[in-house]
């Protein structure tokens, strides 16, 4: 019960919290009047730049021009953004979704989203790892981008992962670049006649949701070709997103087998030179090491209240605004402590490896989707 309570006291901000975290509120909330007027501005249009992609760039810019001059006294709170502020936002996410969205549109779509989520991740390990020596953290968050829902993933697995702001900065970077290049290519390929002929309709839907990084960008490319097919993609997508818990702890899961490996190379033997451990299971010592991410629990959680418990829309909506917020408020604050030496430091190969998973997206996702629609 006393960690219960510690817990939930790290959670709640202090005088100290206060002065970054208005800073990371104002320009949260500027992001998103930004992302409506920009829908104005294009007429009504969808043109899927959302407030997270916009929070990210305003945060850049402003963080590697005018925040350093007051990062001291914002820091604290800052840092509060981008941490617990960003486990909250995970765990409100479940006001998106619900299990009849899984429901109506069948296994096919369930199936095409595991087997696509879990190629992809893999294979942009091995090529990010054995091939290209991206290192292993940023390798994870480009994986973690491409296979399940972008820049949310990418900074959900962040304290699973414990990687650095830049690290995350540049993964965020692979969903922006190539998400925006599949959310306009994606129906320009389905106009000319080169996916119809594999894929109906209904099935591109599947494609888009299953395959392209942002929801926001799945939204256009679906919108693209009809409101129904829209509708599938976005199902078909929000599959993806719920499949981010499950991720998150295989994911911590395996992070500790190393961690467990060096913890008893470095433990004292005994006069015998057997190590004293040996006698605890190998899977007992991992089990206790693992960084359970409680957060995505409460995510699965809240998904199943919003599916079984009836709640009144307005409530379901102001959930989905204060979502929006956090996510937006956890996006900017990472944007403001990224430097842009360290981004240049890590060279061109992380941006090579988000090129390449782009590809396999494009052509192994669409394999997988005309493999599944012939069973």
Request: charged letters at 10%; a positive charge.
């Amino acid at each position: 019960m006393q960690a219960f309570t510690q817990t939930l006291t790290h959670y709640v901000p202090s005088n100290r919290h206060i002065a970054g975290l208005m800073v990371v509120l104002v320009g949260s909330v500027f992001c998103l009047w930004l992302e409506g007027s920009v829908a104005t501005w294009a007429d009504g249009r969808i043109v899927g730049l959302s407030s997270l992609t916009l929070a990210i760039l305003l945060g850049m810019v402003l963080g590697n021009t005018v925040y350093p001059i007051v990062a001291d006294h914002l820091d604290v709170g800052v840092t509060f953004a981008k941490g617990q502020i960003l486990r909250l936002a995970i765990m409100l996410y479940g006001f998106k979704l619900t299990l009849t969205q899984v429901a109506s549109v069948g296994m096919p779509a369930v199936m095409t989203d595991a087997l696509v989520l879990t190629s992809t991740f893999l294979l942009t390990y091995w090529l990010g790892t054995r091939w290209l020596k991206v290192d292993r953290q940023t390798t994870l968050l480009i994986g973690s981008g491409a296979s399940i829902c972008g820049a949310a993933a990418v900074i959900a697995a962040e304290p699973v992962v414990k990687a650095d702001a830049h690290k995350v900065t540049i993964a965020v970077a692979t969903v922006v670049v190539f998400g925006t290049i599949a959310m306009l290519l994606y129906p320009f390929l389905y106009q000319l006649g080169w996916l119809q002929s594999w894929l109906s309709a209904e099935q591109y839907g599947i494609y888009t949701g299953s395959t392209i990084h942002e929801v926001a960008q799945v939204v256009v490319a679906g919108n693209a070709i009809s409101t129904n097919v829209g509708d599938t993609a976005v199902v078909t997508k929000m599959i993806r997103v719920m499949m981010l818990a499950p991720f998150l702890l295989i994911l911590s899961f395996v992070l500790t087998k190393g961690y467990h490996s060096k913890t008893v190379n470095s433990k004292d033997t005994d006069s015998k030179g057997v190590n004293s451990e040996n006698n605890k299971p190998s899977m007992i010592n991992r089990l206790q090491q693992v960084n359970v991410p409680w957060f995505a629990f409460i995510f699965i959680v809240i998904v199943l209240l919003h599916t079984w418990v009836p709640m009144p829309v307005s409530f379901e909506r102001s959930m989905v605004m204060i979502d929006n917020l956090l996510l937006t408020m956890a996006m900017f604050a990472l944007g403001l402590t990224t430097h842009l030496s360290a981004v240049k430091q890590a060279g061109v190969r992380p941006l090579i490896l988000g090129a390449i998973m782009f590809t396999w997206l494009i052509i192994g996702g669409g394999l997988i989707n005309v493999g599944i629609s012939l069973i």
